[in-house]
């Protein structure tokens, strides 16, 4: 009765369900285990008429062609370049830093330490902080060690929820210094917002001959994966021959037997406000102080800037426990959890129409034009 199944109506799955109905002429049966698609790119109008991201703020950019003409299949875009700022100590300073932060921080002495910078690595450069600390100019030096601690490491702390001493500095590369006066998150390309929102997306992709979606269903329910047996794949008891797509937590899929995948959890406080404005960015990201680790304001990424009133929402950081209602966000890798995850990974290995993809199933962290990608690849393997 189907080709294909797909676990999960995201990015990923949204993607290769809609590819392999188009391309392959596929009946693909679409299995999610929440009342909506989109998964954590789910967006909708709050009780005031304000666009939220339920799932907390999605910002597509990308510098890869074929993901935004594919996406601009199913949207026109909202012109939207998004700036973020970081509170320190109530000062509100651009992030990444950049030539514009180094002036607020360093006044006097930021042309002197501006020549030195772009010296060393040129206008333009992206130096990750980690270069910085390990320069032998103790002024070089000193600019790391600053963004060290007041844009990353209490950030880091709260968002993994370890100790400095815990936190790989190989993480700390991951930040970089900026050396031009763009204040924008992203340079790429392409960036935006869909113009009416991400779930019509999902609804148009999904909104095709031969796909049949079922919403409010666990995977386990209806699936049976046993890869000891001649017949691995059973769906309503029956064997299925055909390709599995699966999305989702991978450990979960198989009860847990080796142990919990760990990924770290998000709980979203939003609050409304009957006031123009709340703050002066999209996003302004608490790096020193407060529990949560940044506040979105979302009309700014929306476009709804004429409304009188405006939605907000705090994220804190917290462990994924596995209890009901708790969602993963971010896989944690290290040494020990990838190597449990390659456990799990052998166990699907011995089916090969049994594909892994996304950030829960391969335990890694995708931006939404890298998944898109992703699942546009694995859709031609197929
Ligand atoms: N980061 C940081 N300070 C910031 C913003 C980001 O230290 O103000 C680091 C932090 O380690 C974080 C990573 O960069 O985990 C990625 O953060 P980003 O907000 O870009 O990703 P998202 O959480 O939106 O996926």
Same mark, same amino acid.
């Given at each position: 009765?189907?080709?294909s199944?797909v ?20 009946k ?5 285990s ?14 005031n008429?304000?666009?939220?991201h ?23 875009w ?25 002036e ?17 690595f ?6 990750p ?21 007041n ?5 880091t702390?709260k ?48 909104d ?14 209806v ?22 797509i ?31 404005f ?15 680790t ?15 009133d ?11 426990? &596995?209890?009901?209602g =708790?969602?993963? $966000? %971010?896989? #944690?890798n290290?040494?020990a959890?990838? *190597? !449990? ?16 993809? &996304?950030?829960?199933? =391969?335990?890694? $962290? %995708?931006? #939404?034009?890298?998944?898109?990608d992703? *699942? !546009? ?6």
């Open positions: 009765m189907y080709d199944i676990i999960g109506c995201g990015f990923a799955g949204a993607t290769v369900a809609r590819e392999l109905a188009e391309r392959r002429g596929h693909v049966l679409v299995l999610d929440r009342s909506h698609v989109g998964g954590n790119c789910y967006d909708l109008e709050d009780e008429g304000i666009l939220i339920q799932y907390g703020p999605h910002i597509f950019h990308t510098n890869i062609d074929r993901v935004y003409d594919y996406l601009s299949r199913f949207t026109e909202y012109d939207y370049s998004h700036e973020v700022v970081g509170n320190v100590y109530g000062k509100e300073l651009p992030i990444p830093f950049n030539l514009n932060t180094l607020m921080v360093y006044g006097d002495r930021a042309p002197h330490l501006e020549e030195l910078l772009v010296q060393e040129g206008q333009g450069a992206r130096v902080i980690l270069d910085l600390m390990n320069h032998e100019n103790p002024e070089l030096q000193e600019i790391a060690q600053y963004v060290y601690e844009v990353f490491l209490k950030y702390m968002q993994l929820g370890k100790s400095p001493k815990e936190i790989d500095p190989a993480v700390s590369g991951r930040v970089p210094v900026l050396l031009s006066r763009d204040n924008r998150y992203f340079q790429d390309k392409y960036q935006g917002l869909p113009l009416h929102g991400y779930t019509p997306i999902f609804e148009t992709m999904l095709y001959e031969g796909i049949e979606l079922r919403l409010d269903c666990e995977a386990r329910r699936l049976t994966i046993n890869p000891e047996s001649d017949t691995p794949i059973l769906l309503d008891g029956d064997e299925f021959e055909g390709e599995v699966f999305t989702g937590a991978l450990d979960e899929l198989f009860d847990c037997c080796y142990g919990r995948l760990p990924y770290r959890s998000l709980r979203f406080d939003f609050e409304h406000y009957n006031q123009k709340y703050q002066s960015h999209g996003v302004v990201n608490y790096t020193v102080s407060e529990d949560f940044r506040i979105t304001e979302f009309k700014y990424l929306t476009g709804q800037l004429d409304k009188e405006t939605t907000i929402v705090k994220e804190y950081p917290m462990p994924y426990s &596995g209890k009901e =708790e969602i993963p $966000y %971010y896989a #944690i290290n040494e959890n990838n *190597a !449990l995850y390659e456990k799990y990974v052998k166990l699907v290995e011995k089916i090969p129409q049994f594909h892994l993809l &996304g950030r829960l199933a =391969e335990y890694k $962290y %995708y931006n #939404i034009d890298a998944i898109v992703r *699942a !546009l690849t694995l859709a031609r393997e197929i």
